[in-house]
């Protein structure tokens, strides 16, 4: 007698027992994604450049890092965006570079314009120039950086396949 009540039991139980799927794992997995994906995601950024600056191709292997970036065209540089002096000025040696070294200085001691004031406070800056800009404004250029306390200079360049695959 008891075994029949206890297998009615099991057959109630069964009959309103529904088949349910356990989504609080998935749904902790998908969690742990899509936190994953939006991290990685906003912490690589490619510097684009304005239309007006046209990279030289290269073939380079690592990323490039957030730093301070000076943007040099045919006609003005621009540092963080805003304009500090001349390009035909600077070609022509008859430039003065004091703007310039106080505003590397002035972006070296803040954090305006910058995502983490870590990035303010390095050494780092990389230059965009167009092509067609003369070396020797690039090398001048990369002394003032040194003279306002810049030791780590890098040349913006696009990216290319490598040749060696």
Same mark, same amino acid.
């Given at each position: 007698?008891k075994n029949t009540r206890r297998l009615k039991r ?19 997995? %998908?969690?742990? !994604?899509?936190?994953?994906l939006l991290v990685n995601q906003s912490a690589t ?27 040099? +065209?045919?006609?003005?540089?621009? !540092? ?5 002096? +001349?390009?035909?000025?600077? /070609? ?34 990389? /230059? !965009? ?5 003369? %070396? ?8 003032l950086c040194t003279i306002a306390g810049y030791t ?6 696009? &990216?290319?396949?490598? &040749?060696?695959?």
């Amino acid at each position: 007698m008891k075994n029949t009540r206890r297998l009615k039991r099991m057959a109630r139980a069964k009959k309103n027992a529904s088949a349910g799927l356990n989504l609080t794992s998935l749904m902790d997995v %998908f969690t742990i !994604l899509v936190l994953y994906l939006l991290v990685n995601q906003s912490a690589t950024e490619v510097l684009e450049p304005p239309k007006d600056i046209k990279l030289p191709d290269s073939v380079v292997e690592s990323k490039p890092r957030q730093t301070v970036t000076m943007m040099v +065209s045919d006609t003005v540089i621009l !540092l963080q965006g805003e304009p500090v002096m +001349s390009t035909p000025d600077l /070609i022509a040696g008859n430039a003065d570079a004091r703007p310039l070294i106080e505003a590397l200085k002035r972006v070296k001691g803040s954090a305006i314009g910058l995502n983490t004031e870590a990035i303010a406070k390095s050494n780092e800056v990389t /230059i !965009l120039a167009n092509r067609k800009v003369p %070396f020797k404004v690039l090398k001048s250029l990369m002394t003032l950086c040194t003279i306002a306390g810049y030791t780590k200079i890098s040349l913006a360049v696009n &990216q290319k396949a490598s &040749q060696n695959k």
